[in-house]
């Protein structure tokens, strides 16, 4: 029901998995990479792991930013020059990507039982520029279909 009434709305779905921390990822694709990120609503930008982003040779570019918050009060923020972050075939709309350091992040995950600690996270540009809704019973991530026009900040 809830999946018909969204799909006319133009709204996909896009599967969940449950840590075991208890956080939701879904599976992203940044220019043909398949890899897990953090459904994270309480972050502002979407971000990619900047370890992950030098092992896929993405080009990036530092920018004078420093970002707080994921339990550091000031990291580099890098600007990656050019990627499609894709769910699917659904094309995610958002101004520009940045890579930070999250090896802080992804450490604390793995002690705490993540076998696979997620390569970046995805945040509420995203999230509230394709209207998201999260179906926690059915543990899906519903983003509405939006024109690939730039998100204005």
Do not use: W
């Not at 799909?7 to 449950?18: D, G």
């Not at 080009?59 to 600007?79: D, F």
């Not at 999250?102 to 999230?127: C, F, M, T, W, Y």
């Amino acid at each position: 029901m809830l999946y018909d009434l969204l799909k006319k709305n133009n709204y996909r779905p896009s599967a969940l998995q449950r840590t075991v921390v208890g956080h939701f990822e879904m599976m992203v694709s940044i220019d043909g990479i398949d890899t897990n990120f953090i459904v994270d609503t309480g972050a502002a930008k979407t971000v990619v792991d900047l370890s992950f982003a030098r092992a896929q040779n993405f080009e990036l570019q530092e920018s004078n930013i420093h970002v707080s918050g994921l339990g550091t009060n000031r990291m580099v923020l890098y600007r990656i020059k050019s990627a499609t972050l894709m769910v699917g075939e659904f094309t995610l709309v958002l101004p520009e990507l940045y890579a930070i350091d999250l090896r802080h992040v992804r450490e604390s995950l793995r002690e705490k039982g993540v076998a696979r600690p997620a390569n970046g996270i995805i945040g509420a540009d995203i999230l509230n520029h394709h209207k998201a809704i999260i179906d926690y019973a059915n543990q899906l991530l519903y983003l509405q279909k939006q024109p690939l026009a730039v998100l204005a900040d």
